[in-house]
């Protein structure tokens, strides 16, 4: 289920040494794009704060096909995948500007009880929020 579209112009601070984004910005940029998601839905930090209950990522699988440069433009695609009881899957897509994939990355999580400090079934609020 294809949740959003997330554009960002990759500057300096973005970039290495080597001159193209290095593997810990893309994991920053992919949680850029899915609290957009989430906030665009309704559930972003100041609800994760209020309710004490947000998401945690349990996993991550990422896949480099293509550098990325500086003063590119990428798209980010986020979708989910599934979601049974406490475990869910969401799919990233990092996009060039010709259409080319230049990363992949599935996300496995869960929604966290900030208070119990354990995994909890999803709210109907959060459901929402990740499209669902």
Known sequence: M???DYSVLIREFHVDS???VNNATYLALLEEARWEVITG???GFSEVQKHK???VILEVNLKFMKEIRLRETITIKTEMADYTGKIGHIKQTILKQDGSVSAEALFTFGFFDLQTRRLIEPTPE???AIGM
Request: avoid cysteine.
């Open 53 to 55: 209950k947000g998401p």
């Open 41 to 43: 839905n309704g559930y």
């Open 18 to 20: 080597l001159g193209h």
């Open 2 to 4: 294809a949740l959003s």
């Open 126 to 128: 959060w459901l929402k």
